[in-house]
């Protein structure tokens, strides 16, 4: 008799810690989308180049009536459809609600005039973009929490190939900033920097964070497994 109210508690405390463990992942993924939202608006104001998803999108727009969202959202796709067929697993939904919710967010702080409160050049603004953009990036992915389709990509590859995290999302960023470019798409200073810096700081970002607020990494922890949260 005395047994059950003993494995009752176990269960409940099992579920408490359960729980805890997603609140904790889900306002991890919040503060990155956050961080990444703002940063990506200060790059977009500095004006001094487009990111490298941006510059094939820009790019296939010179040639194929679409939008700019429409072209990303088909870049996204088709990461998740590689994804699912190497892992030979459904692609999880979560990284179209990151997709969208960045883009909202985006949306709110540019018509908001944020950026423009600011007080630097457009080269410091355009820097500090790029520095939030990739500590975003690393909260997100460490998080496990909708992560973006680009990086689940570039997760698999780390995993299956064994190749460093900021050298599988590198060579996926030249990718579509070379086939961008031979389509029409526009570079400037702000491109290079964002692929030179995002890349190759999100793995550090996400170390520090490890070591600093031992945040566990949720995202690069185990191979082939869809992050939780995000089917």
């Not at 500095?46 to 990303?72: C, K, M, N, R, T």
């Not at 992915?141 to 190749?163: E, P, Q």
């Not at 999100?202 to 089917?231: D, E, T």
């Given at each position: ?147 973006r389709a680009m990086d689940l990509l570039a997760i698999s590859m780390y995993h299956k190939w064994r190749w460093p995290f900021w050298a599988a999302k590198g ?61």
């Amino acid at each position: 008799m005395s047994d059950a109210p003993r494995a009752r508690g176990g269960l409940g405390s099992r579920l408490s810690s359960k729980l805890k463990k997603l609140r904790s992942q889900h306002l991890v993924y919040l503060a990155g989308c956050s961080l990444f939202s703002l940063g990506a608006t200060f790059f977009i104001q500095s004006d001094l180049g487009a990111d490298p998803l941006d510059v094939f999108a820009l790019g296939l727009l010179e040639h194929v009536p679409l939008s700019i969202g429409i072209a990303q959202a088909l870049v996204a796709l088709a990461c998740l459809f590689v994804w699912a067929v190497w892992n030979r697993r459904r692609p999880p939904l979560s990284p179209v609600f990151t997709f969208f919710l960045c883009g909202s967010m985006i949306d709110v702080l540019r018509a908001s005039g944020t950026a423009g409160h600011v007080p630097v050049s457009e080269f410091a603004l355009m820097m500090l973009g790029v520095l939030l953009c990739t500590y975003g990036s690393a909260l997100i992915i460490m998080s496990g929490v909708g992560i973006r389709a680009m990086d689940l990509l570039a997760i698999s590859m780390y995993h299956k190939w064994r190749w460093p995290f900021w050298a599988a999302k590198g060579s996926l960023e030249i990718l579509l900033l070379g086939s961008g470019y031979l389509m029409g798409g526009p570079t400037g200073i702000g491109t290079v920097c964002f692929l030179i810096f995002v890349d190759a700081l999100i793995q550090p970002c996400m170390r520090l964070n490890a070591r600093l607020f031992s945040l566990q990494n949720h995202g690069l922890a185990q191979p082939g497994v869809v992050p939780s949260a995000s089917a």
